[in-house]
T-cell receptor, first 110, second 113 residues
């Protein structure tokens, strides 16, 4: 399975702190994506990183990809209470259909 | 318009009922997806339609029947469901099946009694 596994499963921080989530996967991929899901809602695409890329930025988000270690990290800087959500990594192989990991639940306390 | 809409938002049905979930997008996307998500779990792919044809069925029980009447619309017909089918059903679309980014609707929360 190409399913990613996020770590930690839950993360609780104070507003203003940085939040780092990690994703590990088992087989080769074409790309890896991060999605956010607010409680009981649909998923919002955050960022996509391709297998030949090592780092991408989008606003307060920074994603890294290490294909040799089959792992990725999502860093949210200067977190806000509104960042409270579940974050999923999704890996895609030849079909380009993402397979989602189990997610990290982030709580940012105001 | 970058929105995927889903109706209804909530649905309660008995095990003998027949109901349908509806998904619509007007982004010109040619691939549409149904996912099932249980509480505190990741979304699980159910079906993929590409150019209005079913291209992937992830061994979903026949009590779930997808339909793609046109390129903007995706339905999921439900019949004789079980209580364990209660979940959040998410629809998504992408430019094509080989295109990476999926746009998700808000989901339909289904409760089977």
């Amino acid at each position: 399975s190409q399913q990613g596994e996020e770590d930690p499963q839950a993360l609780s921080i104070q507003e203003g702190e940085n939040a780092t989530m990690n994703c590990s996967y088992k087989t080769s991929i074409n790309n890896l994506q991060w999605y956010r899901q607010n409680s009981g809602r649909g998923l919002v695409h955050l960022i996509l990183i391709r297998s030949n890329e090592r780092e991408k930025h989008s606003g307060r988000l920074r994603v890294t990809l290490d294909t040799s270690k089959k792992s990725s990290s999502l860093l949210i800087t200067a977190s806000r209470a509104a960042d409270t959500a579940s974050y999923f990594c999704a890996t895609a192989g030849g079909s380009y259909i993402p397979t989602f990991g189990r997610g990290t639940s982030l709580i940012v306390h105001p | 318009d970058t929105e995927v809409t889903q109706t209804p938002k909530h649905l309660v049905m008995g095990m003998t009922n027949k109901k349908s979930l509806k998904c619509e997008q007007h982004m010109g996307h040619r691939a549409m997806y149904w996912y099932k998500q249980k509480a505190k779990k990741p979304p699980e792919l159910m079906f993929v339609y590409s150019y209005e044809k079913l291209s992937i069925n992830e061994s979903v029980p026949s009590r779930f029947s997808p339909e793609c009447p046109n390129s903007s619309l995706l339905n999921l017909h439900l019949h004789a469901l079980q209580p364990e089918d209660s979940a959040l059903y998410l629809c998504a679309s992408s430019q094509g099946q080989g295109q990476e980014t999926q746009y998700f609707g808000p989901g339909t929360r289904l409760l089977v009694l």
